[in-house]
C-alpha cells in the first residue's frame, strides 16, 4: 500500500510524500512524482524520515523526572497519572497570585502541519489565560517587513521562474534550504538565463551559479539600495510601473540618489565597484528577472529593511508584471488561511503579555511580572536553538519552574523536563498543511499507527484541556473537524473546494490564476494606500523611518568600534545541508555524513591565529564560547567564520553549540532573532 503524506518540516518546498507500508511497517519513503513542485525526490534529510521514525531513541511512553533538572533520568508513568500531574500544576500555577500568565506555551515550525501544530494546542493556551509567545524566531523580520511594504506576503509563483533570463538567489542555500526550486532554476538556465548567488559564503548554491558575489554579512540593503541608485542614474527604472503602483517613490528616489552611491556601498558591502555596477546593470537590462532571498538576511539589526530595500528592486524594473520575474520571501498569504480564524483569540483576556521566543533566556531569568512557573514545549528545543544558550540554560533548570516538553526524542530541551510526553511523527497522524514556497493545499495522511503509546500533539492537549474540566467545544473537536474549520474559513481560493475533495486528491493547487502575478499593473494591494508602500504607514507607526535604509549591524565597527576590535570575525550559524535546524540531528547516518561541529575560517585568519586545520578551536564572545574543528577554506572570505548547525549540545563533546554565542537583540522589524549579527574571536 501507498500513502500520501506531507513533509511536514520548516522548509518552503512543503513535499508531497509517497510512503510504501508493509504489515503495518513503513518501509519506503520518495518524494511524489506527480507533484508538480516536489517532482519526485526529497531532500538528503527527509529521505531518512523512516530512520527517524523508527528510531531506537523515540520516545514511546510518558515520562516523569526523578533526577536533577537536566540529567534527563525519567520513570515510566501512564497518560493517565503525567497528564493529572500536568493539570494539577497548570491549574494551581493559574489560580495563584501570579494567575495564568506565569505559564508560558513555547513552540515553533516542528511541524508545519495546522493541526498538529498550533490547531489545539492555541486554543488550549488562550482558553487559560497563559502568556502569548511572540514566534520571532525564524522569519518575522521578513514577514513584517513584506506586509508593510505589500500589505501581505505574496511573491512570484516559483513554477514559472523557467521563463526567467536572470535569477539572483540572495541569501539563500537553494539546493540545501529550497533544493525543489532547483529544477526551475535550471529549466532558466537551459532557456540561458545567468544565475547570480549573493552570499557572505561560497555555498554548494553559490558553486552552481554563474557568478558568486561573496557580499559582507548583514549588508544587503546597502547593496539593493545602490542598485537602485545605478538604475536610477542610468534612466533603467520602470516610470510607469513605478507612477502606476507605488507610494513614496520621490523619497527613495531621493535618497538612493544622495546617500547610496557605489562607491560608498563597496566599502559598506566590502565588495568591487565594479561587481556592484555589473550587478545593478544585469538586474537592470534584462527581463524577466527574478531574485529568491531566504530567511537568514533577515537575522540581523537591519533585517526588515534589508527585506523591504530587496523586495522593492522588481519595482523598479517592472518585473512583477513578467511571467517569471519578480521576487519570493514566502507566498503563505496567498493561502488566505489566518492563525486567527480557528485559534479562539477571542478568548485571550484583555492585557495578556507577550513574551518573545528569542528572548527566552531574559523570561526565564528576569521576567518578573509574573515570573515564567511553568514552560509547556512543544515542535521546538530551545536549549538547542535558543539565542544566548548560556541563558537559556540557566533559566532551564530553576527548581520553581515546572517544564513539559511534547517530543520525539529526548533533545537538550526534553533533560529538563519534569513531564516528558511522547508525540507521534507526521507518519502516525493526519494533518493539513499550507506552504510558503508553492501553491499546493496538502493533505497529509497517517500511513503507520503511532510507535508505542505516542499521541498526536492535538490529542494529548485535547486530554489535558478536558484533564482540567474545560469542556468548551472547540476543545474537544476532533483533528477533522479543527480542518474542516480552518477550509471553511479560509479565504475563497481555499474554500472552494471542501476536506473530503482534498484528502481524495492529497493536494490541490488553490484557486488563483496560473500563473499568479500578485503585483501586476492594476492590482489593489491590502496597504492602507493600496499601492506598494515604498513610504509605509505601517512601519511610521513603529516609530521607525518609514523609508528604507541601510541598518548596519548592531555587532560591527559601524555601531560598536570597540566591540569589533576585541570580538572582529562575524559568525553566521547556517542549518548544515544535513540538518533543519535541530531536528536530524540525533539520525546517526545524517550526523555521521556532517562529521563534527566544525569551524570554517579563511587561511587569512587562521594564519593570524596559528590555526592549522583539524585543529580545534574555541569560538567565543561576552555571551559565551563553544568549541569546533577547524577547516580552512576560501569559502569564507576574510573576517567571516561559519559554524554549520544546529548541534544538539548533548551530541557534541562538550555539551556546547554555536548558540553559546549569539544574542539576544532583536531586528528593526518584526522583534525577530538576530543570529546572525554575532561578533566572535577565535583561538586554539
Ligand atoms: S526539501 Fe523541504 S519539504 Fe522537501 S522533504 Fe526536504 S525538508 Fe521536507
Partial sequence: ??????????????????????????????????????????????????????????????????????????????????????AQRLQWIADSPDGPQAILPYSYAGTMGLVQGEGMAMRFFNRIGASLLDRTICSSAGSDALNATYGTRMGTDAETIGAAKLIILWGTNTLTANPHLWPFVRKAKANGAKTICIDPLRTRTADACDQHIAIRPGTDAALALTMMHVIVRD????????????????????????EYAPKRVAAICRLPVETIEQLARDYATTRPSFIRINYGLQRHAGGGNAVRAISLLPVLTGDWELVGGGMQLSCSATFGIKESHFNHHEWIPPGTRTINMSRLGEALTETNDPRVRAIVVYNSNPASIAPDRERVLAGLPRDDLFTVVLEQFQTDTADYADVLLPATTQLEHDDLHKAYGHLYLMYNRRSIDPLGEALPNAEIFRRLAAKMNLDDEPLRASDEEIMREVMAKAESQVSQFTLDELREKSYVRIGVPSPHLPFASGAKLPTPSGRIEIDSAFVAKLGLDPVPSYVPPYESEERDPELARRFPLALISPPAHQFLNSSFVNVASLRRAAGKPTLEIHSDDAQRRKINAGDRVTIYNDRGAFTAEAVISDRVRPGVVSAPSVWWGKLTSDNTNANQTTSQALTDLGRGATFYDNLVEVRI
Fill in 235 to 258: 534612466g533603467l527604472e520602470d516610470r510607469e510601473y513605478i507612477a502606476q503602483m507605488t507610494h513614496g517613490w520621490e523619497k527613495l528616489r531621493e535618497r538612493v540618489m544622495n
Fill in 1 to 86: 500500500m501507498i500513502v500520501k503524506a506531507v513533509c511536514p518540516h520548516d522548509c518552503p518546498d512543503t513535499c508531497s510524500m509517497l510512503v510504501t507500508v508493509e504489515n503495518g511497517r513503513a518501509v519506503r519513503i520518495a518524494g511524489d512524482p506527480d507533484h508538480p513542485f516536489t517532482n519526485g525526490f526529497l531532500c538528503t534529510k527527509v529521505a531518512k524520515y523512516l530512520e527517524r521514525t523508527y528510531h531506537p531513541d523515540r520516545l514511546l511512553f510518558p515520562q516523569i523526572r526523578v533526577g536533577e533538572k537536566g540529567e534527563g533520568k525519567f520513570r515510566r508513568a501512564t497518560w493517565d497519572e503525567a497528564l493529572e500531574l500536568v
